[in-house]
């Protein structure tokens, strides 16, 4: 198909007084080399997810320890996943910029001693939308405790 189509274009533009590509051997010979379909393997983002969830949880678990669990919402891991992909910025940079500091701010809303164990939620906050100079990762996330 795309050497048909290359084909019959190329015997509409003139070479050079008298000639066409068509007629070019060059052209002939390329045509023999294309491929009428280019094939691209799938990604299997599933390795990228769980770098991203685990990257997640430590951070997580770095700032806040065991005693609160953390649920990831899967439109919020697709917006990072996303991010990453077509993106700039690198996970453990938005992970400084984006996501400890939402974790840290949860942490100082957090009562000092808790004797029951909690279970957290991050989303992407509907006013990260923007995006800017290349950067697809969300620019603000939410994480918060359920009841909070």
Same mark, same amino acid.
């Given at each position: 198909m795309f050497a048909d189509v290359v084909s019959n274009l190329a015997s509409k533009i003139p070479v050079a007084v008298g000639h066409s590509l068509a007629s070019s051997s060059a052209l002939h010979e390329?045509?023999? $080399?294309?491929?009428?379909?280019?094939?691209? @393997?799938?990604?299997?983002? *599933?390795?990228?997810?769980?770098?991203?969830?685990r990257t997640i949880t430590r951070r997580f678990s770095t700032i806040l320890?065991?005693?609160?669990? $953390?649920?990831?919402?899967?439109?919020?891991? @697709?917006?990072?996943?996303? *991010?990453?992909?077509l993106g700039h910025t690198s996970l453990e940079a938005w992970a400084d910029k984006v996501l400890v500091p939402s974790i840290q701010q949860l942490k100082a809303s957090l009562p000092l001693s808790m004797e029951e164990t909690l279970a957290a939620r991050l989303e992407v906050d509907s006013k990260s939308e923007n995006r800017t100079h290349g950067d697809w990762l969300p620019s603000r996330v939410t994480v918060m405790v359920d009841g909070q």
């Open positions: 390329l045509l023999d $080399l294309v491929d009428d379909a280019i094939t691209f @393997k799938p990604v299997d983002f *599933g390795p990228i997810q769980y770098n991203v969830e320890g065991d005693k609160i669990s $953390l649920e990831v919402e899967q439109e919020a891991l @697709k917006k990072i996943l996303g *991010g990453i992909w």
